[in-house]
Structures are given as C-alpha cells and as structure tokens.
C-alpha cells in the first residue's frame, strides 16, 4: 500500500468517525458465522480458535499432522511446507 493510499484510507476512517459511523471488526470465528460456506473462512477460523487468536502461532504452527496446516493463514513466504 502506499502511503498516498494510506493516507487516503486514514482520511475516509476520520470522517467516518467525524459522521458517527461505528465500524465494526469481526473476528475471523465471528466471519465464518456470516458466510457459513466459504471453506476459507472456516480454516481461518479454526486456526484462530486454535491458537487463541494469536497470528504468530498460526504462522509458526509446528503441527505437521494436522491436516490443515499447508492451508492456514499467516503463511509467510519461506515457511516450510509439507507435503505428504
Ligand atoms: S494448522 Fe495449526 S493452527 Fe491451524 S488448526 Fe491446525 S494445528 Fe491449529
């Protein structure tokens, strides 16, 4: 993101607040609620519900044998991947 974009997000969220409007952030378990189908928003769930929310623990999840692993969100670029 640039920072011209950033600073243009920065301004919509100030008069967003400026006109009252409250926004509201659903967590990933709250999102999977909404959309009940997506298989997406359900692994980000599950994951979330798993290590307590904390993105770190998801990134570095050492559980190999679980079967969504290689599916998890917060996946870095050189984080290991196993494939069986
Ligand atoms: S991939 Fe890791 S964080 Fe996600 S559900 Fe499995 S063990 Fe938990």
Same mark, same amino acid.
């Given at each position: 993101?640039?920072?011209?974009?950033?600073?243009?997000?920065?301004?919509?969220?100030?008069?967003?607040?400026?006109?009252?409007?409250?926004?509201?952030?659903?967590?990933?378990?709250?999102?999977?609620?909404?959309? /009940?189908?997506?298989?997406?928003?359900?692994?980000?769930?599950?994951?979330?519900?798993?290590?307590?929310?904390?993105?770190?623990?998801?990134?570095?999840?050492?559980?190999?044998?679980? /079967?969504?692993?290689?599916?998890?969100?917060?996946?870095?670029?050189?984080?290991?991947?196993?494939?069986?």
């Amino acid at each position: 993101m640039s920072i011209e974009s950033l600073k243009k997000a920065q301004e919509v969220m100030r008069q967003r607040r400026e006109d009252g409007i409250v926004t509201v952030r659903l967590d990933p378990i709250q999102k999977a609620k909404e959309n /009940p189908k997506s298989l997406r928003l359900a692994i980000n769930a599950k994951c979330y519900e798993c290590c307590d929310g904390s993105r770190a623990e998801i990134r570095n999840c050492s559980a190999h044998g679980c /079967p969504l692993r290689n599916l998890r969100p917060y996946q870095s670029d050189d984080s290991d991947s196993e494939e069986e």
